[in-house]
C-alpha cells in the first residue's frame, strides 16, 4: 500500500504583475526528497520570469527530525542580491528557517503562504498551488504620533558630538 505524500499548499500572489507573473506554474508538482528550487533558472522545478529574482533564488528542503517518522521542511535562501522574509524574520544568502504548519513568505515583490500538511511517505511531497487575486501578507503600517514632540531632547556635552 502506497503511503500518503506530505502536501505542501502553495498560495502565489504579486500585486504589480498579478496571475501572469504565474503563467508557467502548475497546479499540482511531485517532487523527490531533493531540495524544491524556485528561481528563473532553466534547473528551478519552479520557474518565474520576474525581473528581480535570481536564477536559484530560494529552496525547500524537506529533512527527516530525530526521532520523528514525517517529513518536516525548511526555507533556504539562495539569492545573493536579494532577501527573503519568513514569518517575520529576514533571510540573507544561505540562511535557512524550518516552516511551520502555516508560513508567510515574501521575496521579490511575491507574496506567498505555504501550508503544510504531513503525509507519511518519505520518498517524495508534493505542492498544490493556487494563485490568489488578493493579498497573503497584510504588514500593519506604523502610525505617526507625535509623542515625541512632549519629551525635552537634552544637548550632548560639548566637544562629545
Known amino acids: 500500500m502506497e503511503k500518503p505524500l506530505t502536501v505542501l499548499r502553495v498560495s502565489l500572489y504579486h500585486p504589480m504583475l498579478g496571475p501572469s507573473a504565474f503563467a ?13 528550487l524556485l528561481g528563473r533558472g532553466q534547473d528551478a522545478h519552479l520557474q518565474l520570469q520576474l525581473p528581480h529574482l535570481s536564477r536559484r533564488h530560494l529552496s525547500l528542503e524537506p ?36 516552516l511551520s ?6 521575496f521579490s515583490g511575491i507574496q506567498m ?16 498551488f493556487h494563485v490568489s487575486p488578493s493579498p497573503l501578507i497584510y504588514r500593519p503600517e506604523a502610525e505617526e504620533t507625535d509623542e515625541w514632540e512632549g519629551i525635552s531632547q537634552e544637548q550632548p556635552p560639548p566637544g562629545s558630538g
Open 101 to 106: 504548519t502555516v508560513n508567510r513568505v515574501s
Open 113 to 128: 503562504l505555504v501550508r503544510v500538511e504531513e503525509g507519511t511517505s518519505l520518498e517524495a511531497f508534493v505542492c498544490y
Open 63 to 98: 529533512y527527516l527530525e530525530k526521532g520523528s517518522a514525517l517529513l518536516a521542511f525548511c526555507l533556504k535562501a539562495l539569492s545573493r542580491k536579494g532577501c527573503v522574509w519568513v514569518n517575520g524574520l529576514t533571510l540573507r544568502y544561505l540562511e535557512q528557517v524550518p
Open 24 to 36: 508557467n506554474v502548475p497546479p499540482r508538482l511531485q517532487h523527490d526528497t531533493s531540495p524544491l
